[in-house]
């Protein structure tokens, strides 16, 4: 079974950092670009950051631009997403997924591109 582990969600206050980290558990995948999305209760997956595996390019939704960073080690096949200024709006689940088949029907940053996806792991932002 191929999937992928989120952790380092919790209960912060509002101008805090966390940061999570996606890992792959299982059989290992090529990956072509892995991301994060996240759902606030009521709400629709959000796209939050992308990138690309094997250049490192990076694309940000606009609402987290300037304070979220995602990053990765290519070796470990990890990815992580550095989360500074939280505020109350980035509560959420936030998702990993990662796109180990490449065929690019859609841009990464609709999820449809991404066939592997985590759990979630669960950020709360108190006021």
């Known amino acids: 079974q191929v999937e992928v582990v989120e952790s380092g969600g919790g209960l912060v206050q509002a101008g805090d950092s966390l940061r999570l980290s996606c890992a792959p558990s299982g059989r290992a995948f090529g990956t072509y670009a892995m991301g994060w999305f996240r759902q606030a209760p009521g709400k629709e997956h959000e796209f939050v950051a992308t990138?690309?595996?094997?250049?490192?390019?990076?694309d940000y939704a606009e609402s987290v631009k300037g304070r979220f960073t995602i990053s990765r080690d290519a070796i470990k096949n990890t990815m992580y997403l550095q989360m500074n200024n939280l505020t109350p709006e980035d509560t959420a689940v936030y998702y990993c997924?990662?796109?180990?088949?490449?065929?690019?029907?859609?841009?990464?940053?609709?999820?449809?591109?991404?066939?592997?996806w985590g759990q979630g792991t669960q950020v709360t932002v108190s006021s």
């Open positions: 990138i690309k595996w094997r250049d490192g390019r990076k």
């Open positions: 997924a990662a796109d180990s088949k490449g065929v690019r029907l859609y841009a990464s940053t609709d999820k449809r591109s991404y066939d592997i």
